[in-house]
Antibody, heavy 123, light 107 residues
Framework: EVQLVESGGGLVQPGGSQRLSCAAS????????MSWVRQAPGKGLEWVSA????????YYADSVRGRFTISRDNSRNTLYLQMNSLRAEDTAIYYC????????????????WGQGTLVTVSS | EIVLTQSPATLSLSPGERATLSCRAS??????LAWYQQKPGQAPRLLIY???HRATGIPARFSGSGSGTDFTLSISSLEPEDFTVYYC?????????FGGGTEVEIK
């Protein structure tokens, strides 16, 4: 069974940094691209960033490019999102999502999701 | 950026009725569209991928159709657990984008 467990959320001041983690199990992690998707309170879904299974390809939404960095450690089956220069509008639940199918650099279909971790940016 | 517009924003129906949700893209996305269901307090769940393919474990009452710019998610006979929010999402072009969502509520 695929499991994705996010952690690292919390309250952070504007301009601050936070690192999110997503621990994966139940599948061959290195074979699948992964994404981060966020949801502001009471709002819709926004794709944030994606990384291929090998880590060789990364993509970002314009709203976070230059501030957020996606990475992964395939030996630890873990995906990360380093968030710097945080703003109030970054307040959201952050989900990690598994891409499908395997073997494609980044397909963009999210077949499994974690439960999310809440990041609140406020002074 | 490809904009996805979902309509209606809210759909009021009774259990057993048929639901038809629409998603329109600002440019052609071929068939690269997915539908997700999200219940309150839960993560989204993949229902349909590539416009018309049901994801693993999704009941047959859910179906998707369309190509180009116009897509439809149909629920043939609404069950109580189907009253929630649905999102479409395109993977044709970067950045991946989601529609604003349609809430299916009990009439």
């Amino acid at each position: 069974e695929v499991q994705l467990v996010e952690s690292g959320g919390g309250l952070v001041q504007p301009g601050g940094s936070q690192r999110l983690s997503c621990a994966a199990s139940g599948f061959t992690f290195s074979s699948y691209a992964m994404s981060w998707v966020r949801q502001a309170p009471g709002k819709g879904l926004e794709w944030v960033s994606a990384m291929s299974g090998s880590g060789g390809n990364t993509y970002y939404a314009d709203s976070v490019r230059g501030r957020f960095t996606i990475s992964r450690d395939n030996s630890r089956n873990t995906l990360y999102l380093q968030m710097n220069s945080l703003r109030a509008e970054d307040t959201a639940i952050y989900y990690c999502a598994k891409d499908d199918p395997a073997g494609v650099a980044i397909a963009g279909t999210f077949d499994s999701w974690g439960q999310g971790t809440l990041v609140t940016v406020s002074s | 950026e490809i904009v996805l517009t979902q309509s209606p924003a809210t759909l009021s129906l009774s259990p057993g009725e048929r639901a038809t949700l629409s998603c329109r893209a600002s440019q052609s996305i071929s068939g690269y569209l997915a539908w997700y269901q999200q219940k309150p307090g839960q993560a989204p769940r993949l229902l349909i991928y590539d416009a018309s393919h049901r994801a693993t474990g999704i009941p047959a009452r859910f179906s998707g159709s369309g190509s180009g710019t116009d897509f439809t998610l149909s629920i043939s006979s609404l069950e109580p657990e189907d009253f929630t929010v649905y999102y479409c999402q395109q993977r044709y072009n970067w950045p991946f984008t989601f529609g604003g969502g349609t809430e299916v509520e009990i009439k």
